[in-house]
Nanobody, 124 residues
Framework: QVQVVESGGGLAPPGGSLKLSCTLS????????????VGWYRQSPTEERALTAS????????????KRGENVSGRFTITRDNAEKFAYLEMNDLKTEDTGVYTC?????????WGQGIQVTVSS
């Protein structure tokens, strides 16, 4: 059974940094991850879950705009290591509005695998 495992997160002050990690475990996880699109979604008490950043199998990163027309480009960086089956979301210059539950999604072969979500809290 394939599982998405997330780590990182926690509490950071405004202007601080955090790094999230996402990996895939289970049978054929290496084959699945190597061709997958990986995305990080954020959900908060005031906003529904929305895509924050995604990266293709060959490293093309996308940072879509939210409903306010803002994106995290320039503050967040999504990367991946296919050999190690890891994707990362490095978050810098954090703002209070970045607070939420971040969930990793791995999409491969027409299937979608979701992590449990990890809490990120930005507060002084």
């Amino acid at each position: 059974q394939v599982q998405v495992v997330e780590s990182g997160g926690g509490l950071a002050p405004p202007g601080g940094s955090l790094k999230l990690s996402c990996t895939l475990s289970g049978d054929s996880s290496g084959d699945i991850f190597g061709v997958a699109v990986v995305g990080w979604y954020r959900q908060s008490p005031t906003e529904e879950r929305a895509l924050t950043a995604s990266i293709t199998y060959n490293g093309v990163a996308v940072y879509p705009n939210n409903k306010r027309g803002e994106n995290v480009s320039g503050r967040f960086t999504i990367t991946r290591d296919n050999a190690e089956k890891f994707a990362y979301l490095e978050m810098n210059d954090l703002k209070t509005e970045d607070t939420g539950v971040y969930t990793c999604q791995v999409v491969s072969g027409g299937r979608s695998y979701w992590g449990q979500g990890i809490q990120v809290t930005v507060s002084s």
